[in-house]
């Protein structure tokens, strides 16, 4: 698992520069970032749980889908039924995942091209990179409840899905995504198409599309 201390230090260049125009979008500051990308860095070392991209792309697929949020679906998937957290650490990780929820959320009300944490991109010489972890999460939330993200225009959410779905790694068997793995211009490009996916799916299923 990667640490990630260059997270909060990527998003601020990244995020906080938009944020000063979307004032109405609550975002964690840099220690609250920091403190929640420790503690599930280190639960996740422990217990092979969500690390911080994972459960950051698990919460943006459950609002993403037709399906109510449900704090309560992100610890039972996100985390083994016993934590190595103690009691004061699982009140700061909630309080912070709930926080977090509210961030994902207005981003997603905000109508632009939903802020994925990490760099849009599968190469990475540190292992597994971090938008194939923010994928695989996003995709663990589509498969809890698949059959209501299906259940109207399949073939359209589908393709929608399709950049997601190639990003996390979990259908590599599949041809189409081999092919994509042979070209590095091709697979970044397919990345590149997350950020406007989530919303228009986000859109698709709220009623806006």
Not at 135 to 156: K, N, P, T
Request: proline share 5%; charged share 25%.
């Amino acid at each position: 698992h990667r640490d990630l201390h260059s997270f909060p230090t990527r998003r601020s260049s990244d995020l906080f520069s938009v944020m000063t125009d979307l004032n109405s979008i609550p975002a964690l500051n840099e220690e609250e970032l920091e403190i929640l990308g420790t503690l599930l860095d280190e639960e996740a070392d422990r217990n092979d749980s969500f690390d911080f991209f994972a459960i950051h792309g698990f919460i943006t697929g459950l609002l993403t889908g037709p399906t109510p949020y449900d704090d309560q679906a992100v610890w039972e998937c996100a985390f083994e039924a016993k934590t190595g957290f103690t009691q004061e650490q699982e009140v700061t990780v909630a309080k912070l995942l709930f926080a977090l929820s509210k961030e994902i959320q207005a981003w997603l009300d905000s109508g632009q091209d939903f802020p994925v944490p990490t760099d849009l991109t599968l190469i990475d010489d540190e292992g597994e990179p971090p938008l194939e972890s923010w994928a695989m999460g996003f995709m663990s939330a589509v498969i809890l409840h698949e059959e209501s993200w299906y259940a109207d225009r399949e073939e359209e959410v589908a393709q929608h899905l399709f950049p997601i779905m190639y990003a996390s790694g979990l259908f590599m068997d599949e041809p189409e995504m081999a092919d994509i793995d042979e070209d590095a211009e091709l697979s970044d490009q397919m990345c590149a198409n997350i950020p406007a996916a989530t919303v228009t799916l986000y859109l698709m299923m709220h009623g806006g599309s």
